[in-house]
């Protein structure tokens, strides 16, 4: 017990083979030509169904913590097989589920299939070993979420696929490397979360009744009242604004969020720049967010804002709560 770590397969491209690629039966389809693998300490898992991480669902989710949940006291680490284009959304996801996470939770993949020579899907497979199965490696303990991908490990709800195609797929603009993977692995220890002393659970409540909205120049904002009006269930709208934070400031826009903020909807503020942060009250513009209530979403991806809001609205809060829980952090997912 405890001196192995749990490679979990959910997809993606990493474990696909064949012409026109497709997921693998099984692993040893995968691995085959990596013999090196067998001396590693790991057991397999596979989801039933191996996926595109392009049919990611909140279903698949929970049933992710729930392998995480009944192995827990067995592994030392966990590596999370997944494809790239939603490992963000839910390596952010799972950072909000997983409480007092006192082991490394790596997801990985590839740009290319790891039977392919070329793949890039090794030496991340193996990278994630070692920092899931730290003391085995001499790694230092890493108590979080993370994304392990070419020369960075990154937290998880920090991170974003920045590349669908350069091996260096993901980036995480707000919040520097958890560590540095070279010829060593170089963990920067004050960047990693503490170690919590409280016993570890899971939480399983998902609402995933959010729209996400990007702002255009010429978005005809009766189209955003129309939609919200004849979708009651939406319980919260996500704006990814201009710069720092900013919307049009036409009275038919403000009215606009003036009357879905009135029906108690949050509407959550983030930015559609890669780097940097909402920034509320500095133009006019978010001077009138601020007035009508709407939440500053600070430095925070829209990844990890979205899942956020989902994981938030599971609790049942009230409004207030929301604004609250978007004024401090967490999991490191924002600056406060
Ligand atoms: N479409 C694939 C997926 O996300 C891409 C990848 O794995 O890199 O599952």
């Not at 595109?52 to 913590?65: A, E, G, Q, Y």
């Amino acid at each position: 017990m405890e001196n192995k770590v749990l490679i979990i397969n959910t997809g993606g491209t990493i474990g696909m083979v064949g012409k026109p690629l497709r997921p693998a039966y099984n692993w040893s389809e995968i691995t085959k030509g990596y013999s090196m693998l067998e001396k590693f300490p790991t057991d397999y898992y596979q989801f039933e169904k191996l996926i595109d991480s392009s049919d990611v669902t909140t279903d698949f989710w929970i049933n992710l913590v729930e392998v995480i949940e009944k192995n827990y006291d067995k592994y030392l680490g966990f590596v999370i097989l997944h494809g790239t284009d939603t490992m963000a959304y839910t390596g952010s996801m799972l950072s909000f589920l997983l409480k007092n996470l006192a082991k490394p939770v790596v997801l990985t993949g590839a740009q290319a299939p790891m039977v392919n020579p070329r793949s890039d899907g090794l030496q991340n497979l193996i990278n994630s070993i070692y920092i899931a199965g730290h003391k085995l490696f001499d790694t230092p303990l890493i108590p979080e979420v993370c994304i392990c991908f070419r020369d960075s490990l990154l937290r998880a709800n920090r991170s974003k696929k920045t590349d669908s195609n350069n091996y260096y797929g993901f980036s995480s603009p707000n919040y520097n490397p958890l560590a540095e993977i070279a010829t060593e692995i170089k963990v920067i220890s004050d960047r990693i979360l503490k170690i919590p002393n409280e016993k570890f659970y899971v939480e399983k409540n998902i609402d995933a009744n959010v729209l996400l909205l990007e702002l255009f120049p010429g978005l005809n904002s009766k189209y955003i009242s129309d939609f919200i009006e004849s979708n009651k269930n939406i319980k919260a709208l996500i704006l990814k604004t201009y710069g720092s934070g900013n919307t049009p400031t036409s009275e038919d826009f403000i009215e606009t969020l003036k009357s879905i903020s009135k029906k108690g909807i949050p509407i959550l503020d983030i930015t559609q720049c890669i780097s940097g942060s909402v920034k509320m009250p500095l133009y006019e513009s978010t001077d009138k967010l601020s007035k009508l209530g709407i939440i500053n979403g600070s430095d925070i991806t829209s990844e990890a804002g979205l899942t956020k809001m989902m994981y938030l609205l599971g609790k049942n809060l009230s409004l207030q709560e929301i604004k609250n829980a978007f004024t401090s952090s967490i999991c490191g997912e924002q600056t406060v």
